[in-house]
């Protein structure tokens, strides 16, 4: 089990550049997970998927960001337009039935 | 709305010392409640997690004991080590739903 992987795991635009952040759950997850953090904000929630149907983005900045789950094995975070306050390390995380969510690496965005 | 509330933002203590981190929720649902350990530049990890009432979980030397009747969940140790020195999180969930994260405590521990 190689854990849920995300890629890259540090990724650096300019100011209105767009960024796509891939997330791959463990197998056989059935929910998952993004969330940004930051000293200032800390952990802060985004969106999730179950089933691959979006279930809650409450916590998505409603222009820039856009979240998919197109399959079972992998989701993608895209930000466009990318700004500096977007500098963050994005984690996505995979859960079965438990509640219990395992957290990947995290992608760390700087945006320049 | 759901939330969690964790009332100390940093903890600093020397090694072998007790400590204990607070946690208070609310919520309508009956909950699971989590604590999830973040290490510095690493993920955060599940350290405990319980939905019974009155019933004290541990792992790894830590404990909490989940009080429904004061929605509670605080998290304790009975002698810190150097490498407990992390970011700890509280958080809830039901039903299947997303989990609420509290704002952290980090915890701090000196020789």
């Known amino acids: 089990n190689a854990g849920v992987i995300q890629t890259p795991r540090h990724k650096v635009t300019g100011k209105g550049q767009e960024a796509t952040l891939w997330c791959e759950p463990i197998s056989g997850h059935s929910a998952v997970f993004w969330y940004r953090q930051t000293i200032v904000q800390g952990l802060e929630f985004l969106t999730y998927?179950?089933?691959?149907?979006?279930?809650?983005d409450s916590g998505m900045p409603k222009e820039r960001f856009s979240a998919q789950m197109p399959n079972q094995s992998h989701s993608t975070l895209k930000i466009q337009s990318t700004q500096p306050q977007d500098s963050a390390v994005y984690l996505c995380a995979s859960s079965f039935l438990t509640d219990e969510q395992y957290f990947g690496p995290g992608t760390r965005l700087t945006v320049l | 709305g759901d939330s969690v509330t964790q009332t100390e933002g940093l903890v600093t203590l020397t090694k072998g010392l007790p400590v204990m981190l607070n946690c208070t929720y609310q919520t309508t649902y009956s909950p699971f409640l989590f604590w999830y350990v973040q290490h510095l530049n690493e993920a955060p990890k599940l350290l405990l997690k319980?939905?019974?009432?009155?019933k004290r979980t541990e792992h790894q030397g830590f404990y909490a004991t989940l009080h429904k009747s004061s929605s509670s969940f605080h998290l304790q140790k009975s002698s810190v080590q150097l490498s407990d020195s992390a970011l700890y999180f509280c958080?809830?969930?039901?039903?299947?739903?997303?989990?609420?994260f509290g704002d952290g405590t980090q915890l701090v521990v000196k020789p």
């Open positions: 998927f179950r089933n691959q149907a979006p279930i809650d």
């Open positions: 958080a809830l969930s039901y039903s299947n739903n997303r989990i609420f």
């Open positions: 319980s939905s019974t009432d009155n």
